[in-house]
Nanobody, 123 residues
Framework: QVQLVESGGGLVQAGGSLRLSCAAS????????MGWFRQAPGKEREFVAA????????YYANSVKGRFTISRDNAKNMVYLQMNSLKPEDTAVYRC????????????????WGQGTQVTVSS
C-alpha cells in the first residue's frame, strides 16, 4: 500500500511560482507511476502531469506544457510539481496519485490518492 500527502500549495500572484511536493510511504513506491491532478470548484478533475516509475517518461496537459515540470526522487519517496508562470486559471486543489502503469495514471485510474493541497493564483 502507498500513502500520499501533498504540500506546498498557497496563494501567489499571476506570473509567480510554486513547488508542490507529494510525500509517499511504502517500500514499493519506486515501482509506481505518479501523477498530478487538479480540480477547481464546480469543475471536473483534470489531468496535469504524469511520470513513470523511473522518471524517464513524463507527460503533461496542453494547458501546462512549458510552465510545469514533474519530477521524482525515489530515494526520498517524493514527487514534485514545479509550477512557473502561474495563471489565475491554475487555481485549484492539486492532488497526487499513484498506479502501477503510467497509462492508468494519465487516465486518472489511480490506486492511491493524496488529500490535496490548495493553489490560488490572484490576478
Amino acid at each position: 500500500q502507498v500513502q500520499l500527502v501533498e504540500s506546498g500549495g498557497g496563494l501567489v500572484q499571476a506570473g509567480g511560482s510554486l513547488r508542490l511536493s507529494c510525500a509517499a510511504s511504502g517500500r514499493t513506491f519506486s515501482t509506481y507511476a505518479m501523477g498530478w491532478f487538479r480540480q477547481a470548484p464546480g469543475k471536473e478533475r483534470e489531468f496535469v502531469a504524469a511520470i513513470g516509475w523511473s522518471g524517464g517518461n513524463t507527460y503533461y496537459a496542453n494547458s501546462v506544457k512549458g510552465r510545469f515540470t514533474i519530477s521524482r526522487d525515489n530515494a526520498k519517496n517524493m514527487v514534485y510539481l514545479q509550477m512557473n508562470s502561474l495563471k489565475p486559471e491554475d487555481t485549484a486543489v492539486y492532488r497526487c496519485g499513484a498506479d502501477g502503469r503510467v497509462a492508468a495514471v494519465r487516465a486518472g485510474n489511480n490506486d492511491y490518492w493524496g488529500q490535496g493541497t490548495q493553489v490560488t493564483v490572484s490576478s
